[in-house]
């Protein structure tokens, strides 16, 4: 869970125990509205991760690992270990989401309607306003949840399935894109523009909802129009990168002329002798027989008083090997982004057995990529 959410709880939860509740119930006790108030908004939540669940049921049946899921400010994403290998497994990945949200929305509603009884739902077919509003008065706390949880979940997966990528909607068009085209690429390029279109869209309502004097719904529509673009861009830039790195072995990336330094050494002599006389920023820590032990950067000695670096060895503050994420030399570069994108620690380590053959960090691939692009640029 990313901290923001509590952000959004919190203004949830607001909005319905200060605002709609008491639209709905003036004559309930402030305590009754909170409660339900929170309750709504942990609902709204379950059914984020509900939706988000669906995304990774679906992903691990079609053979693509999921590593996590993630809530945060703008809702909730599956983070998988791989894309989808094929339209067919893009469209359904993506799909699954939009139809929980909708199936759990019109669920909600009837269940809604059912504990309302009567009154509401003759009303609520009238059309009658004010006989709606008056029947809604008398529903009690289980009802008035659902009937908000139910039309929130129907438009969570209205927006869903507008084909913005990197949104659902977006992902179901790449995977039409894909099927059509057979170009991957070609595909997310368009699925990005389209997406950066609906974002630039949002954002400009944004700024008319401001200059309306709708304070509130015109940065939330700036901040989501500003969110969106930037994912659509990254999600088309990471696609580059990753085909970039695509069968380039890991030993024309990785770092392999690397100053090393020994267990025993402390900190006060790593900061002179190594760290602050050397632009490499992490030192592999080895045995007297080549093993390695950890790794070392200035990172480490933290909040280490400076009165106890020369007492201090740098086996004490290292990342132990055990801690590592590591690579074989038989790897390939895209392996490697995969794993730094996942949150492994960077640097990656390329290994043979116990012993250290190289470095290769978030930094040298985008190092790499670069010369490889003015290399091919120069070459045309």
């Known amino acids: 869970m990313d901290w923001s959410l509590l952000i959004i709880f919190a203004l949830i939860a607001g909005e319905l125990g200060l605002a709609v509740f008491p639209r709905w119930h003036a004559d309930w006790h402030p305590a009754l509205i909170w409660t339900t108030a929170l309750a709504a908004a942990l609902a709204f939540f379950a059914s984020i991760l509900a939706h988000e669940l669906s995304h990774a049921i679906v992903a691990n049946a079609r053979g693509i690992p999921v590593r996590a899921i993630t809530l945060f400010l703008f809702g909730g994403i599956a983070h998988l270990e791989a894309e989808p290998d094929s339209p067919k497994s893009e469209?359904?990945?993506a799909i699954?989401?939009?139809?929980?949200?909708?199936?759990?929305?019109?669920?909600?509603?009837?269940?809604?309607?059912?504990?309302?009884?009567?009154?509401?739902?003759?009303?609520?077919?009238?059309?009658?306003?004010?006989?709606?509003?008056?029947?809604?008065?008398?529903?009690?706390?289980?009802?008035?949840?659902?009937?908000?949880?139910?039309?929130?979940?129907v438009l969570l997966a209205l927006f869903n399935v507008i084909p913005g990528f990197p949104l659902d909607g977006g992902r179901v068009l790449r995977s039409i894109l894909w099927a059509i085209t057979g170009n991957l690429r070609k595909a997310t390029r368009w699925a990005s523009r389209v997406g950066q279109l609906f974002a630039w869209t949002l954002m400009a309502f944004g700024v008319i909802e401001l200059f309306a004097g709708a304070l509130i719904s015109g940065l939330w529509l700036l901040l989501i129009g500003w969110f969106l673009n930037n994912a659509a861009r990254a999600s088309y830039q990471y696609l580059l990168v990753r085909e970039g790195l695509e069968d380039v072995p890991i030993s024309r990336v990785m770092r392999s002329s690397l100053a090393r330094v020994n267990p025993g050494l402390s900190v006060e002599q790593f900061i002179r002798d190594y760290a602050l006389p050397s632009e490499q920023l992490t030192f592999p820590v080895e045995s007297t027989d080549g093993r390695l032990l950890g790794l070392v950067s200035l990172e480490q000695i933290g909040n280490l008083h400076k009165t106890s670096w020369a007492n201090t060895p740098v086996a004490e503050i290292m990342l132990p090997a055990e801690k590592l994420s590591t690579l074989p030399a038989t790897a390939e570069a895209g392996r490697a982004l995969k794993q730094l994108m996942r949150g492994e620690v960077d640097p990656l380590v390329v290994?043979?057995?116990?012993?250290l053959l190289g470095l290769v960090s978030r930094s040298d691939l985008l190092r790499w990529l670069n010369v490889h692009e003015r290399a091919e640029f120069t070459g045309s």
């Open 91 to 93: 469209f359904l990945v």
């Open 96 to 153: 699954v989401g939009p139809l929980t949200s909708l199936v759990i929305g019109l669920s909600a509603t009837f269940a809604a309607l059912w504990l309302a009884g009567d009154p509401l739902r003759a009303a609520a077919a009238s059309g009658d306003l004010e006989a709606t509003h008056a029947a809604l008065t008398l529903i009690g706390p289980g009802a008035t949840l659902l009937l908000w949880l139910g039309p929130i979940n």
């Open 351 to 355: 290994s043979d057995g116990d012993h």
